[in-house]
Nanobody
Framework: QVQLVESGGGLVQAGGSLRLSCAASGSISRPNVMGWYRQAPGNQREFLADITSGGNTNYGDSVKGRFTISRDNAKNTVFLQMNSLKPEDTAVYYC??????????WGQGTQVTVSS
């Protein structure tokens, strides 16, 4: 059984930065992908970024140039560095992971609040 635990959320002023972490326990077959999504109240869950075990990355249009995804394969951990945060970035941020094709495991989410 795979469990994902996010950390690093919190309250930050507009223009500030936060770094989210997500640690996976259990084994995910390789090649695999780890990524980040977010959901604001009343909105659908939005894709932000993902990264494969080989290091290939993809970004959603809303965060390109501001957010950077990285991972530590040895620690089964994925990070999301978020810079130039805006109030509209306020949401619950979720980590997801899984094989390239197959089911996705989800974390419980961490709240990010950006004040204006």
């Amino acid at each position: 059984q795979v469990q994902l635990v996010e950390s690093g959320g919190g309250l930050v002023q507009a223009g500030g930065s936060l770094r989210l972490s997500c640690a996976a326990s259990g084994s995910i077959s390789r090649p695999n992908v780890m990524g980040w999504y977010r959901q604001a109240p009343g909105n659908q869950r939005e894709f932000l970024a993902d990264i494969t075990s080989g290091g290939n990355t993809n970004y959603g249009d809303s965060v390109k140039g501001r957010f950077t995804i990285s991972r530590d394969n040895a620690k089964n951990t994925v990070f999301l560095q978020m810079n130039s945060l805006k109030p509209e970035d306020t949401a619950v941020y979720y980590c997801a992971a899984g094989p390239l094709v197959g089911r996705r495991y989800w974390g419980q989410g961490t709240q990010v609040t950006v004040s204006s």
